[in-house]
């Protein structure tokens, strides 16, 4: 893979970054100070009210800032939850470049003779996202190719988002105490600098392409080196159907989707110590044949969260805890993962969430994965009642690995929600974690991340 140096377009420099802050840190600043001032008047403030005035705020912005935006929305407590709901509703996709402005990038990363390179190149995006669109292209070789090109100065964008995230936290602390935000926002910035990298993306695909290898359901991309760079990551097409096309499918072919997803998920966490953090609809697709679903395609590997085998051994034993209401293994689970200074009262408080997360696991029957809850709404009661009793006990410290774990198990569940999907979910869980053991889990991370290039996690 090439990593050339930076061009001119993708320098870190001032005039891009200060222009940022002056656009996000203007919009959330005159927030903070009405909030400031209207505490200091003793003027009530209607959390709704606010809510709406930072979705506007935020809503004109694209990019980093709306994808931290929406991932906020999906963590329990990060923000109020009126913010939560609002923020939820905000689109992330940047405007496309257009075609003119595509090649100057092309020309940035693989040279004027780019084009040569290419059996056919479609100049016009397939897809757009935060970070980033994704071109359709032919290889020398005729195999299809997506090709996923950076915006320019999304470095600039994000430290300055990032930063002005802070303020957003800050903000939140002097209204509501319930949740330590510190580990959120060391999580948050350190998957999002990671989602620049393509050079570590191209290594998480060959992760993923290494714990699937054989599996005829779970497909994953191949990336092409010689025309990729840090910028630039150039893989084989993955062609397939949206997950949601098949929403008024069969509920045998609904509940064959959400096994695929359910196995593309928690078997990379039980078995290697990884995830895919951001559980999104449009990092899949169905592979189909005569409208029958025979897969799953992973289509984006940019947030991808590693564990320590510890902090997995951690999560199977708050399982076990609670299948056997063992206290002692519960509290032992939580220690594992880094939260401190547990009293009884918020272990009782944790637990109303873990109950929650881990419900659909804990039932030997078939099911959804949450009954009579809309997909929009799943997760909401519960994250209320726990709200309520972390104001009275808390504030409680999130550890930071703790986060894109829990996004996205709300994610998934919101996915399966989406499908209808039934299944015997206890069932499911327990085939994946059967003759769990740390050490075994420790000594497959190390060969695979070693094949594929990737880091340990420390």
């Known amino acids: 893979m090439t990593d050339k140096p930076p061009d001119d377009d993708e320098q870190n420099r001032l005039s891009a970054r200060a222009a940022r802050y002056v656009r996000v840190g203007g919009n959330i600043g005159s927030i903070a100070a009405k909030a400031a001032g209207q505490r200091l008047f003793g003027i009530e403030r209607d959390p709704a009210k606010a809510a709406m005035e930072l979705a506007a705020a935020l809503g004109g912005l694209k990019g980093p800032i709306m994808k931290v935006a929406q991932l906020l929305s999906t963590i329990p407590e990060a923000l109020p939850k009126e913010y939560a709901a609002e923020l939820s509703q905000l689109q992330s996709q940047a405007p496309p470049m257009g075609p003119a402005f595509m090649r100057r990038r092309m020309v940035a990363e693989l040279g004027p003779d780019w084009e040569k390179r290419f059996a056919s190149f479609t100049p016009q995006s397939a897809a757009s996202a935060s970070l980033g669109q994704v071109h359709r292209a032919t290889s020398l070789d005729g195999r299809a190719l997506a090709v996923k090109l950076q915006y320019p100065d999304m470095q600039s964008a994000v430290e300055a988002d990032l930063n002005q995230l802070r303020l957003l936290f800050a903000l939140h602390a002097r209204m509501d105490r319930a949740i330590d935000t510190a580990g959120i926002m060391t999580e948050i910035s350190a998957r999002l600098r990671e ?25 994953i991309p191949k990336v092409l080196p010689d025309l990729s760079t840090r910028r630039l990551l150039t893989m084989t097409w993955m062609e397939g159907r949206p997950v949601l096309s098949f929403k008024d499918a069969p509920q045998h072919s ?22 895919h953090g951001d559980p999104h609809l449009g990092n899949y697709s169905v592979i189909e044949s005569d409208g029958i679903p025979q897969g799953l395609n992973l289509l984006d590997f940019g947030c991808i969260r590693t564990f320590p085998v510890k902090f997995v051994g951690g999560v199977v034993d708050l399982y076990r805890g609670l299948l056997e209401n063992d206290r002692a293994r519960i509290v032992h689970a939580y220690e594992t993962w880094g939260f401190d200074g547990l009293s009884n009262e918020l272990i009782d408080i944790l637990n109303v969430w873990a109950g929650f997360i881990y419900g659909p696991l804990l039932n030997n ?46 994610g998934l569940g919101g996915v399966f929600l989406h499908l209808d999907a039934r299944a015997n979910w206890y069932r499911l869980f327990n085939e994946t974690i059967d003759g769990f053991d740390t050490a075994t889990v420790a000594e497959r991370q190390r060969q695979a991340f070693a094949k594929a290039g990737v880091p340990l996690p420390a």
Not at 199 to 204: F, G, K, T
Not at 256 to 271: E, G, K, R, V, Y
Not at 365 to 394: N, S, T
């Open 254 to 275: 609904r509940n064959a989707i959400a096994l695929a997803m359910f196995q593309a998920w928690w078997f990379p966490f039980s078995h290697f110590g990884v995830i």
């Open 195 to 219: 989602e620049l990298d393509y050079v570590l993306e191209a290594a998480h695909i060959a992760l993923y392409g290494e714990i699937f290898k054989g599996n005829a359901q779970i497909r």
């Open 365 to 410: 029957r078939e099911r959804r994965i949450a009954e009579d809850v809309p997909p929009g709404d799943y997760g909401r009661r519960e994250m209320a009642q726990v709200h309520r009793a972390l104001k009275e006990k808390g504030p409680v410290k999130i550890p930071r690995e703790f986060v894109f774990m829990d996004r996205a198990a709300i």
